[in-house]
């Protein structure tokens, strides 16, 4: 079965801190696409990132880093010194191989000042 | 950079009406979903559709729900009597399969059923 699972419901941290959200998944495909988005209490769903199965390279973007390893079928995302603005939910996802997205249940991030 | 658009952004509407829910997704694209998410909840896929069909859906997607290319722009969610338990958030999607980049959400409309 296709499945994503963010254990963590839900994490505070105050400003400066770094914070790692984690993300594992269930495929039975040998191709396929892991996602994170960023849904902030206006509710849109903001794109950050997406990785093919083939490319298990690290990724940083500013102050966004994501960490996959297929060994573990794991896809953390880590935000380095966190603000107030990224307060949000978090969602990882998986697309299948008829290109839908599997969402995670989400990890609701509450940076304090 | 490509853009999907929804209208209405937020609707109410009375149990039992029905409701059209619309998407403009990006203009070469040739599959569209329409995802929802109850409030406080997952994202869940709804519906999958491709060269005038659906081809595919999850088990939310019953009779009460309907899509259709009403125009070769528009992509339309109708339900056709709606409950309480349709108030969520609705988003289209549409992917670019050949580039396989994001999935290129709208930005959802919210719907209220009271």
């Known amino acids: 079965a296709q499945k994503v699972t963010q254990a963590q419901t839900e994490i505070s941290v105050v400003e400066k801190e770094d914070v790692t959200l984690d993300c594992v998944y269930e495929t039975r495909d040998t191709t396929y696409y892991l996602f994170w988005y960023k849904q902030p209490p206006s509710g849109e769903l903001v794109f950050l990132i997406r990785r093919n199965s083939f490319d298990e390279q690290n990724e940083i973007s500013g102050r966004y880093s994501w960490n996959f390893q297929k060994s573990t079928s794991s896809f953390n995302f880590t935000i380095t010194a966190s603000q107030v603005v990224d307060s949000a939910v978090y969602f990882c996802?998986?697309?299948?191989?008829?290109?839908?997205?599997?969402f995670g249940s989400g990890t609701r991030l509450l940076v304090r000042p | 950079e490509p853009e999907v658009t929804q209208t209405p952004s937020h609707q109410v509407t009375q149990m039992g009406q029905e409701v059209i829910l619309r998407c403009v997704p990006i203009s070469n694209h040739l599959y569209f979903y329409w995802y929802r998410q109850i409030l406080g909840q997952k994202v869940e896929f709804l519906v999958s559709?491709?060269?005038?069909?659906?081809?595919?859906k999850s088990e939310i997607f019953d009779d009460q729900f309907s899509v259709e290319r009403p125009d070769g722009s528009n992509f339309t969610l109708k339900i056709r009597s709606t409950k309480l338990e349709d108030s969520a958030m609705y988003f289209c999607a549409s992917p670019d399969r050949n580039q396989n980049t994001e999935a290129f959400f709208g930005q959802g409309t919210r719907l209220t059923v009271v």
């Open positions: 996802a998986l697309m299948d191989s008829s290109y839908k997205l599997i």
């Open positions: 559709f491709y060269n005038n069909e659906i081809s595919e």
